[in-house]
């Protein structure tokens, strides 16, 4: 918390104080603005528009992970007298086994001395197979939001790089040329492309 508090004083110290801060280092606090600051206005709204949607998404992705696991453990503690646990460890070992017995059953086999360790937070699925199985596919679905959430972050980052690359390159041009990165984001059914074009726009007149 502590650290949060001084990264916060100290980025708003930079929007707020000196004005000559280089345009590079503007973008990497926040993509977009060294851009604008240079007179880039197309470059700088997609930059701007770019962080907006993967902040939202990313918000969204980890508050969808957090309902669906609030119902995977409330599913548990209901069918399975499931304890809650900051382990995930333990959910991944619920939605495998249909009792804690059998988990230490299948660990005595193989003789990796895991038995017992969930022996103070036991479980039994009372239905059996059926509930289980909706179980681990609430987990699963769970763990794939938080999943998208980490993987946002990644593109985040890479934005606020990309835009502060971006600046340096438009801090840098002549009054003859212009020479800008500009990224583009392709979505397909299983991936996301992130691609690069580098425009360069040359000024003929004296």
Known sequence: MQKTIYF???Y??????????????KSLLFP????LDLGNKKSSRFFIQTEAILVASCLTAYKLGEV???????????????????DHRYW????????NEDFDEEHLRMRDGKEGQWAYSPWYWKSGDTTRRNFEKMRINSDKFFFTGRF??????????????????????NNKSNLSLV?????????VQYLFEFQLNINSNN
């Open 8 to 10: 916060l004083i100290f």
């Open 12 to 25: 708003f110290s930079i929007i707020f104080g000196d004005s000559s801060i280089h345009p590079m280092a």
């Open 32 to 35: 977009g603005w060294g851009e």
């Open 68 to 86: 669906r696991e609030k119902e995977y453990i409330a599913y548990a503690n209901e069918y399975a007298g499931a304890k809650k646990t900051g």
């Open 92 to 99: 991944v070992d619920i939605g495998n086994y249909n009792s």
């Open 152 to 173: 946002i972050v990644g593109g985040i980052i890479l934005n606020h790089i990309i835009s502060g690359i971006n600046s340096l390159y438009l801090s840098r041009i």
């Open 183 to 191: 990224p583009k984001i392709k979505f397909q059914k299983y991936d």
